[in-house]
């Protein structure tokens, strides 16, 4: 059975010039190993075992289903807030237009820009945050398209001269995201981080 797969965050420079992506990856690795640079990421190899199921408390309709957990959900929480804290002092005290990518990104954008909040409200400074929410179509009866089809983001003309950060649950290929980045810049916002 495989075992129960978490994700987590680490920052990475995203191949698009003027973003960075903070992506969430699920290569499994020795938990103690921190990634290259001393960027503060997890790296998880493949031969990492996991933690024992013993340790843990989970639904039960999970047993048998499960040999393992690899990364607990306190260190995908702890690891949330610490990416929080680098959008925070990347954008400094400007504010930040969220472009939440539905449906998988909703769960880790309502996190995200709750742990920004918070060390908004604890600091000297206050971030003012707006959440706009899109929904990408790049699939046609289960298969991949060329075109990306963007919803809810007809008029994104309120982005010009704002920070704007993309969240998106999982980036894969890297090829929707491109693609969507495109798209935003072509409204001149003062910066786009993705958080993914």
Known sequence: ?????????????FPTQGSLLWPLENNMADPAVQSEGGSGGIVITDEWPGYSLDLFSYPTHYSGDLDCV???????MDRTERL??????????????VLCV?????Q??????????????NSSRTIPMRVHFIRLKSYLNDQSTEDLHILGAEDL??????????VEAIVGTGKTMKAL???????RPKMIKVAG
């Open 157 to 166: 003309s309120f982005l010009a001269g704002k920070n704007v950060l993309i």
């Open 181 to 187: 980045l495109k798209h935003v810049e072509a409204f």
């Open 108 to 121: 880790f954008c309502a996190d995200l820009v709750d742990r920004i909040k918070a060390l908004s409200r």
């Open 1 to 13: 059975m495989p075992c129960q797969s978490f994700l987590t965050a680490r920052p990475t420079t």
């Open 84 to 97: 929080a804290r680098n959008i925070m002092d990347d954008l400094g005290d400007h504010d930040i237009v």
């Open 70 to 76: 690899i990364i607990p959900h306190g260190v995908i």
């Open 102 to 106: 539905l449906k998988g990104g909703y």
